[in-house]
């Protein structure tokens, strides 16, 4: 729930700051005669509905375990990230197609210098939104806020490319804003795509990273009465890892006794390693 709260408060932080970010671009956009501001605005606009699925998705993945989840809602987090990587491909491929048209054609106007002021404001305001973003997203895990961050540097790299293309213009290369567009458009497909690949792997039970398999092992093997590890399996369930791990202990212990050194096992895990909701530990006979 704490992890809930304090990712809601970045997330509504952030996207005060951008409805009051896209107002000021869409003004500047259309006093500086620049179309890559407008094109600029509109991204703001779609950070503006990302962020609301980020808050939908904490909301929802934050709910305990119910007759019909009995693992929690956690995995609804990729759901939401999935979403927004699609979001990220749209923007990107709306702006390519744009700055396209605009280069094929040659409709292309010298642009105010507003515009250029808000293109540097942008550049600003949104890096500071990444990493304000993406510090909390890695502090609660959490794949679906990671997106948005990246939303946000998407938009930052989407002002650069503005900004350049502006200040191209206005020295008579009017070529270079749509040039620009086209580039930042390619980066933003390029983050979409790794996102949706990492929203896909968290939704087909992909194992956890090496180090925390080498942090279970550790804290496993560690245990009185643990002569070996069997069979070790993890699996990614939103921000949380589920572990399956089958132990060999003395055959000529009672079940109490056998009992006992799995629950040391069970609980060693789940409170060394914060990120894991559930250890399963199945005990296997020790022949030597």
Same mark, same amino acid.
């Given at each position: ?8 408060? @970045? ?23 620049? %179309? ?5 605005? @509109?991204?703001? @606009?779609?950070? @503006?509905?990302? !962020? ?8 929802? %993945? ?27 491909l749209l923007v990107g491929f709306m702006i ?12 292309? !106007? ?74 930042? %458009? ?60 089958e132990i060999c202990v003395d055959e000529r ?26 250890c399963m530990v199945h005990i296997e006979p020790?022949?030597?």
């Amino acid at each position: 729930m704490e992890d809930y709260k304090l990712g809601t408060k @970045v997330s509504v932080v952030t996207m005060i700051l951008n409805i009051i970010l896209a107002i000021f671009k869409l003004i500047a956009g259309i006093f500086g005669k620049s %179309s890559a501001m407008i094109a600029d605005a @509109v991204h703001t @606009v779609s950070d @503006v509905f990302t !962020t609301i699925v980020v808050i939908i998705g904490l909301k929802i %993945s934050s709910k305990g375990e119910d007759k019909e989840h009995p693992y929690g809602h956690e995995r609804l987090e990729a759901v939401c990230a999935k979403i927004i990587s699609v979001a990220l491909l749209l923007v990107g491929f709306m702006i390519g197609y744009k700055s396209a048209v605009r280069l094929y054609t040659g409709n292309i !106007t010298t642009p105010g210098k507003i515009a250029l002021w808000a293109a540097a404001v942008s550049i600003i305001f949104k890096e500071g939104m990444y990493w304000y973003t993406i510090i909390t997203a890695r502090k609660i895990r959490s794949i679906a806020m990671e997106g948005d961050a990246w939303h946000h540097r998407s938009d930052a790299l989407s002002s650069v490319g503005t900004f350049l293309g502006i200040l191209g213009a206005r020295y008579g290369y009017t070529f270079m804003d749509p040039l620009a567009g086209i580039i930042v %458009s390619i980066l933003i497909i390029k983050v979409g795509v790794d996102l949706y690949i990492r929203a896909v792997k968290e939704l087909i039970d992909s194992s956890a990273d090496k180090e925390t398999l080498d942090k279970i092992n550790n804290s496993v093997i560690s245990i009185d009465g643990v002569k070996a590890i069997k069979n070790l399996k993890t699996r990614i369930f939103g921000n949380k890892i589920y572990v399956d791990i089958e132990i060999c202990v003395d055959e000529r212990l009672s079940v109490r006794e056998g009992h006992d050194i799995a629950e040391l096992v069970h609980c060693s895990v789940e409170n060394e390693i914060n990120t894991v909701k559930h250890c399963m530990v199945h005990i296997e006979p020790f022949t030597g």
